[in-house]
């Protein structure tokens, strides 16, 4: 029922699998990427620190750039960089680098098709007790709106890894979205990953519906399906790091094995990546679809599991919206 | 009213009694920011205990005086002073950062009466106090606004177009008041974005500075009337305060902007605040 091909992690669904944070696969793939490509820079708004950026300063001081706590300053001196020839990847909480500095983002950047990496770190609710003002829930719908911007959400720290270095090989803007809290680490370093392809977990002998998901919760759509195929019934689970360029083809070639789909990100349920697959199957195959996500509302303190649970993201609401959808 | 000196020193053992509030909701919590609150404790306990015109029973009423507090994440400060004053039970700060709570990690206007407005993203205070002010000045009331920032968020673009706006228009009846205690994430702020000769600069855009230690009660509370005397212009009152301070192991770290005490951290924090830092073991014991 596992992809083969997707060489998951061999304690896939062990209590003991690895948990990492993907920003962790941020501070690692930039280090990498600076080592291949001398153009690599970091800039940092006064949170190297929790960004990982500072993994990048320690390697190559030179090329990091301490911005102070100044979003909007740290966009557009990128995209000058850009201009000239340098890779930047900036860096801080998403709520404010997309979410503050937008504008900037659209003109200098979007608009310039400057190869600026904007890093979103801190995204969605699972950054816990902070609350509302720091759980940035509406950054891929802003990024995926701006033409030419490539939107990535990894799974796991590995393929956040693997996501920046092929960022910074990209033409042009890229958004890559990490989050605060440890999750497992469900790829291996033989995941197979391009930015644009999305990638099957699991394939059922008899597939009755499809989760589709990004980020992190595609572990947890992983857990559903291994859930559903306990109670006799078979879902499939398409891991879909890149949000924009979306695999059509993939998303197409899944809908038409089911009857109905589910979407899960950890975002606002309007706008985002669910609003995305929605855009696909409603103009070439339009079939019934849930849409998990948060239902248009701000997040709030609590620990991640407590708040992943209240806005019905965890692998049994998973299950409970897939089956209802069934009308099981 | 002139202050008497034991005005003074009922406000400082209210200060104490803070800072206690503030290392058990920490606790509690287990995340969230020490160094800036305990920083905070003085002034936030003058705010509340003496300057501000405001009803812990009614905070809707409409002549109160706004605080604005536009670094968000030294919260813990004003849940502790407001409940110390009456807003809420005490009890309820060892709810912080918890699910379900009013208390959240960073303020919510909507959440818990008498915060005024949302904050925690840096840089969004001095403007928005600088609306309320234009909008009293423009209805004619008398009521005051103050906004505290931090130094770091000095950083913010945004602190400066509301520096300029504020001074264009000659806002007398803002107050504003930063926290200059050197520190912010990623170090000391001179080295990650230098801000001297900050005083100038809010001279340059045609605002009174007054300069202060941020921890004399006494001194903060004259530059506040200071403020009020002062009409053709909005002030700044640059407290210079001591990160941590009250806990002399941490004062001045910049390590302890983000993260709460453990336990047992949190024991012998409590020991030296209530001990006065040694000195009422030594002279009572
Ligand atoms: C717009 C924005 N960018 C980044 C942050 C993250 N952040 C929270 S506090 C802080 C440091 C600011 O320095 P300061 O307020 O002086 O810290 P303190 O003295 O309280 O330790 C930063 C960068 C934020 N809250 N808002
Ligand atoms: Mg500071």
Redo the contacts with the bound molecule.
């Keep these: 029922m596992l992809n083969k091909e997707a060489y998951l992690s061999a304690k896939i669904f062990a209590d003991d699998i690895e948990q990492k944070a993907t920003r962790d696969g941020f501070g690692t793939g930039v280090v990498e990427a600076g080592t291949t490509d001398a153009r690599v820079v970091v800039l940092s708004?006064?949170?190297k620190e929790s960004t990982r950026a500072e993994v990048f300063e320690k390697a190559f001081p030179d090329r990091f750039v301490e911005m102070g706590?100044a979003?909007q300053n740290m966009a557009t001196v990128a995209a000058g960089m850009a201009l000239a020839n340098k890779i930047p990847f900036i860096t801080?909480?998403a709520?404010?680098n997309p979410g503050?500095n937008y504008e900037q983002i659209r003109t200098t950047i979007a608009l310039n098709h400057a190869a600026v990496k904007i890093c979103g770190m801190h995204a969605g609710v699972s950054v816990g007790p902070d609350g509302a003002t720091?759980q940035m829930l509406e950054d891929i719908g802003l990024m995926r709106m701006l033409p030419g911007m490539t939107v990535i959400v990894p799974g796991d720290a590995t393929e956040a890894h693997k996501a920046v270095i092929a960022a910074a090989k990209t033409d042009g803007p890229v958004y890559i979205r990490f989050g605060r809290s440890a999750t497992p680490v469900f790829t291996t370093p033989e995941t197979p990953f391009t930015i644009g392809k999305a990638l099957r977990l699991f394939d059922p002998i008899n597939p009755e519906v499809a989760l589709l998901s990004t980020g992190a919760l595609s572990y947890n759509a992983l857990l559903a399906a291994q859930m559903l195929h306990e109670q006799g019934v078979g879902a499939i689970v398409l891991h879909i790091p890149t949000v924009k360029p979306l695999d059509t083809e993939a998303v197409l070639e899944v809908a038409k094995q089911v009857p109905a789909v589910v979407t899960i990100e950890e975002h606002q349920a309007h706008g985002g990546f669910g609003s995305a697959i929605a855009e696909c199957l409603a103009q070439s195959h339009p079939l019934p679809m849930r849409i998990l996500g948060v239902q248009d509302q701000f997040g709030q303190s609590g620990t991640p599991e407590e708040l992943l649970r209240h806005y019905e993201l965890d692998s049994e609401s998973i299950v409970k919206a897939a089956k209802s959808l069934l009308a099981l | 009213m002139a202050l008497t000196d034991s005005d003074i020193s009922q406000l400082e053992n209210t200060a104490e009694e803070i800072r206690e509030t503030i290392i058990s909701m920490l606790v509690a919590a287990g995340s969230g920011?020490t160094?800036?609150p305990l920083?905070m404790a003085d002034i936030f306990t003058a705010f509340y205990f003496h300057i501000l015109k405001h009803d812990p029973l009614h905070p809707d009423d409409a002549d109160r005086d706004r605080l604005i507090l536009s670094?968000?994440?030294?919260v813990p400060v004003r849940y502790a002073a407001m409940a110390h004053a009456g807003y809420f039970d005490v009890l309820e700060c060892a709810t912080l950062r918890q699910f379900g709570s009013r208390l959240q990690g960073h303020p919510e206007r909507l959440r818990l009466p008498g915060l005024e407005t949302t904050s925690?993203?840096?840089?969004e205070g001095l403007s928005q106090a600088s609306g309320m002010a234009y909008a009293f000045r423009m209805d004619e009331k008398k009521n005051r606004v103050y906004c505290l920032m931090?130094?770091?968020?000095q950083d913010?673009g945004n602190i400066w177009e509301a520096v300029m706006f504020a001074g264009k228009y000659r806002l007398s009846n803002l107050t504003a008041v930063m926290?200059r205690?050197n520190?912010?994430?990623d170090g000391m702020?001179e080295d990650v974005m230098s801000l001297e000769p900050i005083a100038d600069k809010y001279r340059a855009f045609n605002w009174h500075v007054i300069e202060v230690d941020g921890h004399n009660v006494r001194q903060f509370i004259e530059a506040i009337d200071e403020a009020k005397a002062v009409v053709e212009k909005p002030t700044i009152i640059i407290a210079h305060t001591i990160?941590g301070k009250g806990v002399p192991e941490i004062e001045g770290d910049?390590r302890w902007?983000?993260k709460p005490p453990t336990k047992e951290e949190a024991q012998r924090f409590l020991k030296e605040i209530r001990t006065m830092n040694g000195k009422v073991t030594q002279e009572y014991a």
């Excluded at chain 2, 925690?120 to 840089?123: D, E, H, K, Q």
């Excluded at chain 2, 931090?150 to 968020?153: L, Q, T, V």
């Design positions: 708004a006064d949170l706590v979003e801080s909480y709520a404010f503050r720091h | 920011h160094a800036g920083g670094n968000g994440h030294i925690g993203p840096l840089g931090s130094d770091g968020e913010e926290d205690n520190i912010q994430i702020t990160p910049y902007h983000g």
